[in-house]
């Protein structure tokens, strides 16, 4: 299957620990990649290649794989954390890149 | 520093085609594939295709297949998504978005974007 599965909404306090999680069989061949979106703004790349930060991605997010679960967890979650994350891969089915359906998360 | 420039809003008829541009400024234009991806109003993220500004060689979503088309411009650094027979489901914003990776393989992991084009597609 080429869908990447997300639980639609989070919710951290403050300068806790929070994970999220996406699922799907293209995970045990491809790395996931984790993506925040503010309302009104352009995705920004946090987390690729399991746990490769882009610079100026703080290294509070991180990410890990296990199976056919990415996760993407954030230590010591802050105000501006609050956002819309998508995890995407490769895809060996239809389509070369899947998206997942968007996780709401708020802090 | 290293920016996609989008292109403006549109408004057009159902039926019409409309084109999208992205200029690459701050980055050798032909060392990175381009992504395009929309997301309708409310809703995720959807990846219609990927090019090779390079070779100009294009891969593209099942579900576009014969409506969408992507270029590249090595005179002038733009790439360009041209979308067909355009229905009210095609209204979003379209974005175009750099790949991680250098060479002659693209990673799917997207480290630049555009601001985004809005489409409108109304009668």
């Known amino acids: 299957s080429s869908e990447l599965t997300q639980d639609p909404a989070v919710s951290v306090a403050l300068g806790q620990t929070v994970r999220i999680t996406c699922q799907g069989d293209?995970?045990?061949?491809?790395?996931a990649g984790w993506y925040r979106q503010r309302p009104g703004q352009a995705p920004v790349l946090v987390v690729y290649?399991?746990?490769n930060r882009p610079s100026g991605i703080p290294d509070r997010f991180s990410g890990s794989n296990s199976g056919n679960t990415a996760s993407l967890t954030i230590t010591g979650a802050q105000a501006e954390d609050e956002a819309d994350y998508y995890c995407?891969?490769?895809?060996?089915?239809?389509?070369?890149?899947?998206f997942g359906g968007g996780t709401k998360l708020t802090v | 520093q290293v920016q996609l420039v989008q292109s403006g809003a549109e408004v057009k008829k159902p039926g019409a085609s409309v084109k999208v541009s992205c200029k690459a400024t701050g980055y050798t234009f032909t060392d990175y594939f381009v992504h395009w991806v929309r997301q309708a109003p409310g809703q995720g993220l959807e990846w219609m295709g990927v090019?090779?500004?390079?070779?100009?060689?294009?891969k593209y979503a099942q579900r576009f297949q014969g409506t969408v088309t992507m270029t590249a411009d090595t005179s002038t650094s733009i790439v360009s998504m041209d979308l067909s027979r355009l229905r009210s489901e095609d209204t979003a914003v379209y974005y175009c978005a750099r790949d991680s990776a250098t060479g002659a393989f693209w990673s799917g992991h997207m480290d630049v974007w555009g601001k985004g084009t809005t489409v409108i597609v109304s009668s």
């Open positions: 290649h399991r746990n």
């Open positions: 995407s891969s490769r895809d060996n089915s239809g389509n070369p890149v899947a």
């Open positions: 090019i090779s500004p390079r070779s100009g060689d294009a």
């Open positions: 293209s995970l045990r061949s491809y790395h």
